[in-house]
Nanobody, 121 residues
Framework: QVQLVESGGGLVQPGGSLRLSCAAS????????MGWYRQAPGKQRELVAT???????NYADSVKGRFTISRDNAKNTMYLQMNSLKPEDTAVYYC???????????????WGQGTQVTVSS
């Protein structure tokens, strides 16, 4: 089994910063794409940012220039540095990873349990 555990969420004032982490553990041969998604109350889950195993990144227009996604392949960990936070960034943030558990197996999508980010004065 593979587990994704997010950390780093919390309450922050508008204009502040937070850094989220997502650590993957379990039987892991390799991790392909990883990503951050978020879901605000009453809204659908949406893409925030993705990163390939080679480090190529993609961002939602709403977070470009404010958020930075990164990963440490040696530690099977992904990060999201969030700067200049706005109240509309308030949501539960979920980690996603496309994981291959064995070389001979196809990859499977895994999700973390989510971490709450609240931006409010």
């Amino acid at each position: 089994q593979v587990q994704l555990v997010e950390s780093g969420g919390g309450l922050v004032q508008p204009g502040g910063s937070l850094r989220l982490s997502c650590a993957a553990s379990g039987i892991i041969f390799s991790i392909n794409d990883m990503g951050w998604y978020r879901q605000a109350p009453g809204k659908q889950r949406e893409l925030v940012a993705t990163i390939t195993s080679g480090g190529s990144t993609n961002y939602a227009d709403s977070v470009k220039g404010r958020f930075t996604i990164s990963r440490d392949n040696a530690k099977n960990t992904m990060y999201l540095q969030m700067n200049s936070l706005k109240p509309e960034d308030t949501a539960v943030y979920y980690c996603n990873a496309d994981v291959r558990r064995r070389a001979w197996l196809s990859s499977t999508d895994y999700w973390g349990q989510g971490t709450q980010v609240t931006v409010s004065s």
